[in-house]
């Protein structure tokens, strides 16, 4: 992994995205962007984490340089039509686990790629943005397991209320259909092949 021809910048605060993309022996610089995360209303599932990532690309447009790729990432929970984003607090993180209880949820997250385009005159950024999606069951949570989960884990900045990796994984998930990294955040699979298609790597 000697031959890496641009600095990859994570634009993402989540030591778990962080953690993961280590985990590829890639070097990479962690930043922090702030980015406006609001989406129009009419978008659906997988949209949702495409249009948020692209608009965190977006956000570091006139910092990023040419000999930079900049990747960024957003992950929702989607559940019977409905999204499932950071709880705001306790009640809401307890409603949202109550609600994919005994349930079969999806876990979307969308990578944005972008790189300096200094061919084109309407956009400083070349975006290409990959979705993966993994489907998740959960068995019956007992109103205890959800407090003590809530309490001892504080799950709120993590989409849908939980960390698949933490004790509410370890009681809860029943089955898998996809990346277990996905659920995560960061489908590093597609990630990798995504770099080798460029010839980044």
């Known amino acids: 992994m000697s031959n890496i021809q641009y600095q990859i910048l994570l634009g993402s605060a989540s030591p778990r995205r962080r953690a993961l993309l280590a985990g590829l022996d890639l070097p990479f610089t962690a930043i922090n962007i702030n980015a406006d995360e609001s989406y129009p209303a009419e978008l659906q599932a997988g949209d949702i984490p495409y249009y948020i990532s692209r608009a965190k690309a977006r956000a570091y447009e006139n910092q990023l340089q040419p000999d ?3 990747i960024t990432a957003d992950t929702i929970v ?5 999204m499932l984003g950071k709880p705001h607090d306790a009640d809401e993180a307890k409603a949202m686990l109550r609600s994919l209880s005994g349930k079969t949820h999806q876990v979307y997250t969308a990578v944005t790629f972008a790189l300096k385009n200094l061919q084109s005159p309407i956009s400083n950024l070349q975006l290409e943005t990959l979705v993966d999606r993994t489907d998740v069951t959960f068995a019956e949570l007992s109103d205890a397991e959800i407090d003590y989960y809530v309490s001892h884990y504080r799950p709120f900045d993590k989409a849908g209320a939980y960390g698949v990796q933490e ?3 370890y009681i809860a998930c029943t089955g ?9 955040g960061f489908p590093v699979h597609l990630v990798y092949q995504h770099l080798k298609s460029l010839h980044i790597l």
């Open 68 to 70: 930079q790729l900049l």
């Open 78 to 82: 989607w559940l019977d039509g409905h």
């Open 167 to 169: 004790w509410i994984g």
């Open 176 to 184: 898998m259909h996809g990346s277990y990294f996905n659920v995560m």
